[in-house]
């Protein structure tokens, strides 16, 4: 691997005004990508498209290159496609799928830019369009110092647009995007889904949740009430996906169940006496593990069933504005808890893993310690964060989508330098992994 000074510092793009080349990827199921690329074309700029995919064509609806190889020749593939339609940027959903890494290794080395878009780091709103990488990827400052250099010369936040992205409409498109998939297999034999899950299987989990969600619902509200009333007050924990790449990658975990072992091994010998522990179910878990009688199982081992509870719905400000602190792995939900002031913990590697934001500390001395965050520097995090790598809009919205699409074709087309993408870690090192608590 090329660790020379020159690999890894950023280079200029030579022509900073000349018409682009954008090459766009796998996106999420939403026209967005499509949008984003009618704008830049709008422009003046050239977009090409590589589909891997029957859901990618539906989804596209623009001159693609449709690409029916096995994964193994993908590498071959996309680096004569760069060559050839001389690609100056990419643009891609989420930077650890398969396909991806491939792409923005070969990037990294030829000084094309990727901007790689994700879920919002701020919720609701907000979606994420950033140069290199994203989440344990992403080269936001991470000391204290630089995050307070950057933003003196930053413009002040102005008022967001409200974008009430509809899960109906989500579903819908993410069932047709899966459909498209599972109908159009012939046609892209060698296609390999990211996720772990086949597709129907996620469905089933998440259909019987479904049904079950009135109950859920009221067995939410029920134990959150309990969880308020507790003498001594309660931690939250909110779950992320067993699925999601921030758990995969971005953490030291493989499973959640991993995450809650030690979470409940630390409350069960440091937290104060009295203190509950409100475990909280990701809106889009897909039910395959029953995760209420996970936690209680686990709970139990430890010795704390009766200082435990699980919910599976509940009013996320609500919990966050009475809880004592919060413990993730790296959620984006810890981020909405600094930014209330709620000390919070990150155990996996996050954008905000930052001392004066999170607790730096053990997980055996949060539970006493509860210091809250600074918050000069969370207000100063937020606009570097906003700047640099958030746009107002929605993937879910028809107006959301339209305005994303005009703000992110600014900021993927604003004369900047390169930076090298896969390689954001060496220019601000994210901080390392916490180690797992020694088992007594």
Known sequence: MDTSLESVLPTLDPQPNAPRTFLFLQGLASPFFAELGRELIARGHRVRRINISLGDQLFWRLPAINYRGSLANWRAFVSDLMTREAVTDIVLFGDCRPYHRIAIHIAGYRGIRVHVC????????????????VNGHSSLPRRRDAILSAVRDLAPETKERDFPGSFARRAFWDVS????????????????????NHVLVEYAGWLKRLVTRKRTNAHAEAEAERAFAAPAGF???PLQLDSDYQIRVHSQYGVLGEFLDEVCHSFSHHAPAGTELLVKVHP?????????????????????ADR???????????????TLGVVVVNSTVGLTAIEVGRPTVALGTSIYNIPGLAHQGSLDAFWSELTPPDMELVRAFRLVEIHRTQ?????????????AAREAADRVTVPAPVTPAGRVAQLDPAPPFRRPLAAE
Request: glycine share 12%.
């Open 118 to 133: 994700e879920e919002g780091y701020l919720r609701p709103n907000w979606m994420t369009v950033e140069q290199g990488g």
């Open 177 to 196: 995007y899966n459909v498209a998939n599972i109908v159009g297999r012939p046609l892209y034999i060698g296609y390999r889904r990211h996720r772990p």
């Open 235 to 237: 931690y939250l924990v």
């Open 284 to 304: 889009l878990d897909n039910g395959l593990i029953d995760r209420r009688r996970q936690v209680m199982a686990i709970a139990a081992r430890h010795g704390i």
């Open 308 to 322: 435990v509870r699980c919910i599976d719905g509940g009013y996320l400000p609500t919990l966050l504005v009475n």
């Open 391 to 403: 746009i107002n809009g929605s993937y879910f919205d028809t107006d959301g989508i339209a305005n």
